[in-house]
């Protein structure tokens, strides 16, 4: 069974770092690509990129490209978001996904994380 | 970034009823739309991809067509277990990007 099980809710405040988790099981975790979302609270869902822990290839979207860090340890079958100086802005809900590839290049997601609630407070 | 747009935002149905959701890409993304549902406090569940194929364990009320710009999702007799919102995602291009969301609630 395909799982994939993020790290507990954070409570941070402004100008902290911050790196949550996502462990993938029941699958060969370097074969397919795993990315982030974000859920902003009452708000809809926003891609923020992708890596494939194969090769640690990575694919961010512009809009976070430079705000957060994706990578992964495939040793341990885990890949992580992390920020190193966190905003309110940043308060949120995280989803982690896997995703298959349809055809080279093109990757959905198909299962998905718990989800990682992230508070940033002063 | 291409731009995903669903209609309505909103909708009121009851148990029963025959649903569907329109997503419109601002161009063509081929048949590289995916929909997804979220429940309150859930994480999203994948419902289908390329446009018209099920993930595993979808049932076939839910159904998908179209291609190129215009897609729908239309589920067949609404149960009291999909009131939620769904989301379309083009995944074409990069960055990916979601619609805006249709919450379908209990008239």
């Known amino acids: 069974e395909v799982q994939l099980v993020q790290s507990g809710a954070e409570v941070k405040k402004p100008g902290e770092s911050l790196k949550i988790s996502c462990k993938g099981s029941?699958?060969?975790?370097?074969?397919?690509?795993i990315g982030w979302v974000r859920q902003m609270p009452g708000k809809g869902l926003e891609w923020m990129g992708i890596?494939?822990?194969?090769?640690?290839?990575?694919r961010y979207s512009p809009s976070f490209q430079g705000q957060v860090t994706i990578s992964a340890d495939k040793s341990i079958s885990t890949a992580y978001l992390q920020w190193s100086s966190l905003k309110a802005s940043d308060t949120a809900m995280y989803y982690c996904?896997?995703?298959?590839?349809?055809?080279?290049?093109?990757?959905?997601?198909?299962?998905w994380g718990q989800g990682t609630l992230v508070t940033v407070s002063s | 970034d291409i731009q995903m747009t669903q209609s309505p935002s909103s909708l009121s149905a009851s148990v029963g009823d025959r649903v569907t959701i329109t997503c419109r890409a601002s161009?063509?993304?081929?048949?590289?739309l995916a929909w997804f549902q979220q429940k309150p406090g859930k994480a999203p569940r994948s419902l289908i991809y390329?446009?018209?194929s099920l993930q595993s364990g979808v049932p076939s009320k839910f159904s998908g067509s179209g291609s190129g710009t215009d897609f729908t999702l239309t589920i067949s007799s609404l149960q009291p277990e999909d009131f939620a919102t769904y989301y379309c995602?083009?995944?074409?291009?990069?960055?990916?990007?979601f619609g805006g969301g249709t919450k379908v609630e209990i008239k």
């Open positions: 996904a896997r995703h298959t590839t349809i055809v080279p290049g093109k990757m959905v997601e198909d299962y």
């Open positions: 029941g699958y060969s975790f370097t074969s397919y690509w």
């Open positions: 890596i494939y822990p194969g090769d640690s290839d990575i």
């Open positions: 161009q063509g993304i081929s048949n590289y």
């Open positions: 390329i446009a018209s």
């Open positions: 995602q083009q995944y074409n291009s990069y960055p990916h990007t």
